[in-house]
């Protein structure tokens, strides 16, 4: 059943190269594709990239990441509500990033800090809301030399990074207001660093 699923999924996540098609004639030859403070594009793409490219690069993601969970010697630890996340993630990433690039492409002013803030907000809070509550594995939680040789290290590591992490889902919506670049790499860094050093010590 969960193989039908990633088939499934794998097709949804592929599907906005539909819609790409459908926009062809009205969007240009090259696409914005990335976008700075002010949501002034700074990266483009030819709009085969934007329309097949951007796609197809995230359902080979999505494969590659679901036949790694589903193959993880220690899958049955994966609780039912991290592996549905697992499957939904991409899929719905790709729609949400592909027809943000098309709508921009066609005129459409979309202001694309607002939800790339909202969006990376909602996947760390309810990924931190979840991984407190993950066990070993190999493929989804704090995967650290530290945590997957103790189970104690696992779980004090899981617990803090659970709470930075909603903390950090937090800022990153406050910051869909406030649209500072550098704000979203220094959430990354400590949101990563932080649990690595703490499991290390």
Not at 53 to 61: A, E, N, R
Not at 88 to 112: D, E, F, H, Q, R
Request: proline share 4%; aromatic share 12%; net charge positive.
């Amino acid at each position: 059943r969960q193989r039908q699923m990633c088939i499934r999924d794998s097709i949804i996540t592929a599907l906005p190269m539909l819609v790409g098609i459908l926009l062809w004639n009205k969007m240009p030859d090259t696409v914005a594709t990335h976008w700075g403070s002010g949501n002034e594009a700074n990266g483009w793409s030819s709009k085969v990239f934007a329309v097949f490219g951007m796609p197809f690069f995230l359902t080979l993601i999505h494969i590659f990441s679901v036949c790694m969970t589903l193959n993880d010697p220690k899958k049955q630890n994966i609780s039912q509500k991290m592996m549905t996340l697992i499957f939904w993630v991409i899929p719905v990433v790709s729609w949400l990033g592909c027809m943000m690039t098309y709508s921009a492409a066609v005129g459409i002013k979309v202001n694309i800090g607002l939800i790339t803030n909202i969006i990376v907000g909602i996947i760390f809070l309810v990924v931190g809301n979840y991984i407190p509550k993950s066990k070993q594995s190999y493929t989804v939680g704090i995967k650290l030399p530290w945590t997957l040789n103790s189970t104690e290290n696992w779980n004090r590591t899981s617990r803090l990074a659970g709470k930075l992490w909603i903390i950090g889902g937090i800022a990153f919506i406050g910051n869909a207001f406030l649209q500072y670049s550098w704000l979203l790499i220094v959430l990354i860094v400590l949101l990563a660093g932080i649990p690595a050093v703490y499991s290390f010590v």
